[in-house]
């Protein structure tokens, strides 16, 4: 399988749930992004991870809670979600996070709803 | 902090129309402006990537300028197809050693009519 994909496509969770969203890349990429896009605001980033490192957090609440074990994987661990959260999560790589010349290749995104 | 906006929010024409997609951003210090199309569960790709010292770009029938002092950037599309029918996003990345990180637009949802 090529490019960036996500799993699950879709979930519901009750607001006292535990879940996590995977974003895996087969692209070779040393940077992976989690954004968020709600139906009332613009795509916003959440987090960057270069070579496995977390270089930004983009004040996201505590209960959204980033993993990144290779270059290759990024999960997003969700838990006691506000139903505020609902929106598209998409997930995004690019050859290297400091580098601004890179395109970043976005993956399908996960839809979550919060009951 | 830079904000980007996009004018219309939603288009509706018929087939064979050029159009054109705007948007606008408060700080005028960008490293780079993309353009990306969005399609309903695909995500987004890629379609133009502006360099702050580049006026414009083309792929095909698509065209993108760039005025980076009055902070515009404009996406033209030529003879409209009912496949162009998608969400446009604008977004830019700033000039301050941030690395990789993109500031996007609200978007414009864009619907070519057979």
């Known amino acids: 399988e090529t490019g960036v994909t996500q799993t699950p496509r879709h979930l519901v969770m009750g607001m006292t749930n535990k879940k996590s969203l995977k974003c895996e890349q087969h692209l070779g990429h040393n940077a992976m992004y989690w954004y968020k896009q709600s139906a009332k605001k613009p795509l916003e980033l959440m987090f960057v991870?270069?070579?496995?490192?977390?270089?930004e957090n983009n004040s996201v609440p505590s209960r959204f809670s980033p993993e990144c074990p290779n270059s290759s994987h990024l999960f997003l661990h969700l838990h006691t979600l506000q139903p505020e959260d609902s929106a598209l999560y998409l997930c995004?790589?690019?050859?290297?996070?400091?580098?601004?010349?890179?395109?970043?290749?976005f993956g399908p995104g996960t839809r979550l709803t919060v009951l | 902090k830079q904000e980007v906006t996009q004018i219309p929010a939603a288009l509706s024409v018929p087939e064979g129309e050029n159009l054109v997609l705007n948007c606008s951003f408060t700080?005028?210090?960008?490293?780079?402006l993309q353009w990306f199309r969005q399609d309903p569960g695909k995500g987004l790709t890629s379609l133009l990537l502006i360099q702050s010292s580049q006026r414009e770009q083309t792929s095909g029938r698509l065209n993108a300028s760039l005025d980076k002092s009055s902070g515009r950037s404009t996406l033209y599309i030529a003879a409209s197809q009912p496949g162009d029918s998608a969400t446009y996003l604008c977004?830019?990345?700033?000039?301050?050693?941030?690395?990789?990180?993109?500031?996007f637009g609200g978007g414009t949802r864009l619907m070519v009519k057979p």
């Open positions: 991870y270069n070579f496995k490192e977390q270089t």
């Open positions: 995004a790589s690019s050859p290297e996070g400091a580098r601004p010349t890179d395109t970043q290749y």
């Open positions: 977004a830019v990345r700033e000039n301050n050693n941030a690395g990789n990180m993109l500031t």
């Open positions: 700080d005028s210090a960008i490293y780079n």
